[in-house]
């Protein structure tokens, strides 16, 4: 089985069952369709990692499926350039005319890179794994406190390298290497240490266990008993609170604002638009280094009931995003103890 596009289509193909000359048969991935309403949180987790930079360079590749490096590199910086001049930050010069930038872009488009065929792609297995990584430090600083997760957060960081996806747990790490690697705003003593390595060891949930003494005790963070514990309070609270039924239509028929928007009344999807223009009118005369009365003059094409309007509506849409993030996380952490049911 091959993708028609690239390693991230939605589509296989793969040649008839009946041997060479048969029909070309095709079939829909539901997993890589559903792993779409993820992209959000590829891009946003790659911003609050690396920047807008690595938020730039996850969302062309998520879009594009596979990029070289050298073309990863040139559409990025295209878009950082454009989005500082939209802001106002740059000011092109007298001499960097269009012509001359646009025959700068032919002669490095027209230069080999050397990674022609040699292609980058999103490592979704990293994404998850850091998104299992946080959902369980999450736990620990609620159910604890900050300085345990922070501690949990240590050991995951330590290991990420020697810790596959489909482990159990991760490699044990000595208590003398957990003390030397904690942040130094984490100024606790080695005792206060040993005493949160224990509270963690005998805490119900299991997230941390101890597998020997030597070093001042070697400790391992339980990837599955975690993530089962975690799944089971999940299910529990869904239960008790009755929103498994809820849960359930939600995942299926997600909510997204942007097939939403088409259902507003006709009113309000003129005023979205209007907004849009205005401020792209607004870009323009920013990068253009337009007064500041002229700035005002254009903003005040919007009025007061209308900016009440597109608040409330923005406020809606958040409450909708926030919601779907919710239902994917949930969604996340249940896949993840399947996934390790499944490995074990």
């Known amino acids: 089985m091959r993708p028609t596009h690239h390693w991230t289509c939605t589509v296989l193909v793969s040649s008839g069952r009946r041997g060479p000359g048969s029909p070309v048969e095709y079939r829909a991935s539901c997993e890589r369709v559903l792993r779409v309403l993820r992209y959000p949180r590829y891009i946003y987790t790659a911003k609050t990692l690396y920047g807008d930079t690595g938020e730039l360079i996850v969302e062309e590749v998520l879009q594009r499926g596979h990029m070289t490096l050298s073309n990863t590199v040139k559409t990025v910086a295209d878009r950082l350039t454009h989005n500082m001049e939209g802001r106002g930050k740059r000011r ?8 001359q930038r646009g025959g700068k872009k032919a002669k490095m488009d027209s230069e080999s890179c050397g990674d022609e065929g040699i292609y980058c792609l999103v490592n979704f297995e990293r994404f998850h794994q850091h ?4 959902a369980i430090i999450s736990a620990v600083a609620s159910k604890l406190d900050q300085t345990s997760g922070e501690m949990v957060r240590t050991m995951l960081r330590m290991s990420k390298v020697t ?29 206060i240490l040993d005493q949160y390595l224990s509270l963690l060891v005998d805490d119900q949930m299991e997230f941390v266990g101890k597998s020997g003494d030597s070093g001042g005790g070697m400790y391992l963070v339980n990837l599955q008993r975690a993530l089962a514990n975690l799944a089971r309070a999940t299910l529990e609270s869904a239960v008790q609170e009755r929103k498994s039924l809820r849960l359930l239509t939600t995942y299926l028929l997600p909510v997204h ?23 792209a009118i607004l870009a323009s005369l920013q990068a253009s280094g337009a007064e500041p009365e002229q700035l005002t003059e254009v903003e005040e094409m919007i009025t007061a009931p209308e900016r009440q309007q597109l608040e409330a509506l923005r406020h809606h849409i958040n409450k909708l995003d926030s919601t779907e993030n919710q239902v994917d996380e949930t969604v996340f952490l249940l896949e993840s103890y399947i996934f390790s049911t499944k490995t074990k």
């Open 257 to 279: 604002c942007q097939p939403a928007a088409y259902c507003l009344p006709t009113a309000t999807r003129r005023l979205l638009e209007k907004s849009q223009r205005i401020e």
């Open 131 to 134: 998104f299992r990584d946080q």
């Open 92 to 99: 092109r010069s007298s001499d960097d005319s269009e012509e």
């Open 163 to 191: 810790t596959t996806q489909t482990a159990a747990d991760t490699q044990p790490l000595s208590a003398n290497e957990i003390f030397r690697s904690l942040p130094p705003n984490y100024s606790i003593s080695r005792p």
